[in-house]
């Protein structure tokens, strides 16, 4: 998706632009189209105008899309510049910052568990750890994307947080400086017995083929006669990284996977490339489960 700037009274100059540039979508005439158009554009002119305080008009737009976003499946979202940007950095499986997982507890950003020879490991932060104060700035209330903003910069940089921990009385203070943080998508494969290995996939990014070729390839040394993959609670990630994870898998020129637009209409269409590496002729089964999503099921409904 692309980054969102058009705010304001452009949002609706756009939209109007973009349906008489491209058409409406089937089973839908101009004319009713128009007309939806039409009661935002009062309604929200309405509001600026005749409300008794002034508005944010940003915000009534803002609010608009999300609401509208909304009303569509779990996987759909607006990404913000910072936030589309923070995707792309995820992507990479490179980034500056401390190298702890975190979620919220108890309206606090809270440490899930740090991550092995990083900086906030090497300083004794712990899982459970509450963090309620970023350089001055109480927490509480925060989503964890605000954390993460605050928490990540440049190697070299410094952060202060203020932790709260089980057993100590007072906020524990730490000055942390900011490293490189590798995520590793790949994070352990091993055999379960003589004969089956095991590998782990929890995310999908730039290195995530690398990685399981290293894996694969130690598994296959070591002899195996079969294999689990597992995806469960595996979100997804970037598309191409799926198709290089699938290409283990299948042989050039299998189809992958394709869209279709909603009209019946075909639209993309992925196949398996030669020169990759083919796992060798033994089952391969893959784990996935609710959690498991959009790269996720592109590889499970491939393999």
Not at 6 to 18: D, E
Not at 162 to 189: A, N
Not at 208 to 225: K, M, R, S, W
Request: no cysteine; charged share 30%.
């Amino acid at each position: 998706m692309k980054k969102r700037l058009i705010t304001g009274a452009l949002f609706v100059a756009a939209l109007l632009a973009a349906g008489m540039a491209f058409g409406y979508p089937r089973g839908r005439g101009n004319n009713e189209a128009y007309q939806d158009l039409e009661r935002f554009t009062l309604a929200y002119q309405r509001i600026l105008t005749a409300y008794v305080e002034d508005v944010d008009s940003d915000l009534l737009i803002d609010k608009a899309i999300e609401a509208m976003v909304e009303e569509l499946d779990a996987f759909s979202a607006v990404l913000e510049e910072d936030r589309y940007d923070d995707l792309m950095t995820r992507s990479k499986q490179e980034f500056g910052g401390l190298g702890i997982v975190i979620g919220l507890r108890d309206d606090f950003p809270t440490v899930i568990s740090p991550i092995e020879d990083t900086p906030a490991a090497r300083l004794g932060i712990r899982g459970g750890d509450r963090i309620e104060e970023i350089e001055g700035e109480n927490t509480k209330g925060w989503k964890i994307q605000d954390a993460v903003d605050k928490l990540r910069g440049k190697k070299g940089s410094d952060v202060t947080i203020g932790i709260r921990r089980f057993g100590e009385d007072k906020l524990v203070p730490y000055t942390i400086t900011r490293d490189i943080i590798t995520v590793t998508s790949v994070p352990y494969s091993f055999k379960l017995d003589e004969s089956v290995g095991y590998v782990r996939i929890s995310s999908f990014g730039e290195k995530t083929a690398d990685e399981l070729n290293d894996a694969v390839n130690q598994l296959e040394e070591g002899g195996i006669e079969g294999l689990i993959v597992d995806l469960r609670n595996n979100p997804g990630g970037l598309l191409d990284a799926a198709r290089e994870v699938s290409e283990f898998f299948l042989e050039s020129g299998q189809l992958i996977v394709s869209t279709r637009h909603r009209d019946g209409v075909l639209g993309q269409e992925l196949y398996a490339r030669g020169g990759k590496h083919v796992v060798g002729d033994y089952p391969v089964v893959v784990l996935i489960n609710e959690g498991s999503a959009s790269a996720s099921e592109i590889v499970a409904d491939g393999v």
